[in-house]
């Protein structure tokens, strides 16, 4: 069945630092969404990437989308203490034999940052 | 503009016992899912509903129900809960299928 992986798990940073997570699936997604959760929070939408190869930034965060439409990364430069929080991937895709898909999130990468 | 309220916020019950979670939005999203956080598993779905009457199980459905007599509401019922169920749930609504979802503030569920 469907699966998106995502490392690292942990990440800790020293503040000025960059950040990277990654994300990869089983299969070719229709999109890819990425989330953040501060401590104690809720998921808030960032992102979708929806085209091949996509590129998106959002000040110091960098969002990819793979040629294959399987795998996605989220870069920080010089991360802040505001960073704090877990980064979810999560990919749209259809479920076998269903016209109707849904999203399979990632377990997540909990940033640490020193200021 | 609230967007997606969840009551309560924090719940502790015995085992056996039952409850209903509360999820209401006022998006007119059509979209509606359940959501269960464990430390470390990332979001597993429980239910999900595409409409008004419309509903169907996600990944984890076992031990829950649901129901959508509305487009705002989308209440989750735990029967007879067990140790099992201890976990943060969240409700989430989105404008399209594949379209970012917007979570409520969660429930935090503790079953002795």
């Known amino acids: 069945g469907q699966q998106v992986m995502q490392i690292p798990q942990y990440q800790h940073v020293q503040e000025g630092e960059d950040f990277t997570t990654y994300c990869n699936s089983s299969?070719?997604?229709?999109?890819i969404q990425w989330y953040k959760q501060r401590p104690g929070g809720h998921p808030v939408f960032l992102i979708q990437l929806v085209k091949s190869g996509e590129v998106k930034k959002q000040k110091r965060l960098t969002f990819q989308f793979g040629e294959a439409k399987k795998n996605s990364s989220l870069h920080i430069t010089a991360t802040q203490t505001t960073d704090v929080g877990t980064y979810f991937c999560?990919?749209?895709?259809?479920?076998?034999?269903?016209?109707?898909?849904?999203?399979?999130f990632g377990r997540g990468t909990q940033l640490t940052v020193w200021p | 503009n609230a967007g997606v309220t969840q009551t309560p916020k924090f719940r502790i019950l015995k085992i056996g016992q039952s409850m209903t979670l509360q999820c209401t939005q006022d998006?007119?999203?059509?979209?509606m899912y359940w959501y269960r956080q464990d430390p470390g598993m990332g979001l597993k779905l429980i239910y999900y509903s595409v409409g008004a009457g419309i509903t169907d199980k996600g990944e984890v459905p076992n031990g829950y129900n649901v129901s959508r007599s509305t487009t705002e509401d989308f209440p989750l019922r735990l029967e007879l809960a067990a140790p099992s169920q201890t976990s943060v749930y969240f409700c989430?609504?989105?404008?399209?299928?594949?379209?970012?979802?917007?979570f409520g503030s969660g429930t935090r569920l503790t079953v002795v």
């Open positions: 989430a609504s989105s404008h399209r299928v594949q379209s970012g979802y917007t």
């Open positions: 999560a990919g749209f895709d259809y479920d076998r034999g269903s016209t109707l898909g849904r999203l399979y």
């Open positions: 299969t070719t997604l229709s999109n």
């Open positions: 998006m007119n999203h059509n979209y």
